[in-house]
């Protein structure tokens, strides 16, 4: 009986010494406790101390047409594109021109060392000789066909050889002009002048490289873009597609000229959908004063047919932030919200029309605003 509660009492002293250790070990303790999340305040709200110092001004209503705005970029009128080809084949010996230089029509571009010539002058010199002997066989044959000697069929026949040794001559002149080459003074150097003014948009030729369409290498070693007139291309989402016409007047704002606005009209709307972003290319053709560049990004307003009720606020009650546009709102007790909005054209007795950038946030004719944003700035800066 002793021995059996001995057992007992090892058995419990095992078990307590047990649970003991795994309460020490347990991973849990000495943790760091849970994160607790505060709420952070509304960052669009601010408070003022005194907000009847600031005055307030309803939202007029204004009847204006709607205004479609997208983005685009600048491109070459690819009819104003003009690739510059050296008919003589041959090896370049000297270029006079590079990439993006301005070239006036008729600028020398490149010489070309071309044996082309020599085969032209050849067939030049062949046919003269050629057409010499059958003017005189003609002229001859004229002077016996007078004195009775040859039948006018012969006379005929040498007429006929010379018409024919004529063409020849012709076309072998002909051969020289288009290669460039003057038969008076014939050289193995080809010029290759601009066939237009413009900006060299593309080079694909280098010194001692192949030239022409015979040999291996780029047949045009040249392009000239006329940038006089340019392509903006815009991408225009399907919905809005029935909002724009052929010939509809576009206002192109440029990123990097924002003071120097410019005026283009839609010359095309493209037939096919893009079919990830559902989208349609639209063309406008822009007169470039000099800043246009290709590339740049540029912002298309187009105005629909339709008139649409907008709200018009003082020039003075909105904020220009960060290339953003605000408006305060009353937003109860002393507090006002900062609400962002499209600050559009500029309306008579110095007011603004706006529309909301959030559509959960709109700002509606009659809507109380801040009427002079300026010193509640200044109020909040002071605090």
């Not at 006329?226 to 704002?253: F, H, M, R």
């Amino acid at each position: 009986m002793k021995n059996k509660n001995l057992v007992c009492s090892l058995t419990l002293v095992a078990c307590l010494a047990l649970s003991g250790c795994q309460k020490k070990f347990n991973p849990t303790d000495g943790a760091p406790p849970q994160a607790q999340v505060v709420p952070a305040g509304d960052m669009s709200l601010v408070t003022v101390d005194k907000p009847d110092q600031f005055p307030m001004v309803a939202a007029d209503k204004v009847e204006a047409a709607a205004e479609l705005n997208v983005t685009g970029s600048v491109f070459p009128d690819i009819s104003r594109e003009v690739p510059v080809i050296s008919l003589a084949s041959g090896r370049v010996v000297d270029i006079k021109a590079r990439l993006d230089d301005q070239v006036k029509k008729g600028q020398l571009l490149l010489k070309v060392q071309s044996p082309d010539v020599t085969g032209a002058y050849d067939v030049y010199l062949k046919a003269v000789s050629d057409e010499q002997m059958t003017n005189k066989a003609y002229t001859r044959a004229q002077t016996l066909y007078e004195h009775g000697a040859i039948s006018q069929e012969m006379l005929e026949q040498a007429e006929d050889a010379e018409t024919d040794n004529q063409a020849d001559l012709k076309a072998a002149e002909e051969q020289l002009k288009t290669l460039g080459i003057d038969k008076n003074n014939p050289q193995s150097i080809v010029p290759v002048y601009a066939p237009i003014s413009g900006v060299i948009v593309a080079q694909n030729v280098t010194n001692a490289a192949a030239a022409g369409v015979t040999y291996s290498g780029n047949a045009t070693a040249f392009t000239i873009a006329d940038l006089s007139v340019v392509w903006i291309v815009c991408d225009v989402y399907e919905n809005d597609i029935p909002k724009l016409q052929l010939g509809q007047t576009a206002k192109i704002k440029l990123s990097a000229y924002p003071d120097r606005p410019l005026t283009g009209r839609i010359s095309d709307i493209g037939p096919i959908l893009d079919p990830s972003i559902r989208t349609a290319k639209v063309r406008i053709e822009v007169a470039n004063p000099g800043i246009l560049k290709l590339g740049m990004f540029v912002t298309a307003t187009f105005e629909s047919k339709v008139k649409e009720s907008y709200a018009a606020v003082p020039a003075s009650a909105i904020l220009h932030l960060h290339d953003r546009d605000w408006l305060f709102v009353p937003a109860g007790g002393n507090q006002f919200r900062r609400v962002e909005v499209n600050a559009g054209e500029m309306l008579p007795g110095d007011r603004q029309r706006i529309s909301a950038a959030d559509p959960r946030q709109p700002i509606a004719p009659g809507q109380q605003v801040v009427s002079n944003v300026l010193q509640l700035e200044e109020t909040l800066e002071a605090q």
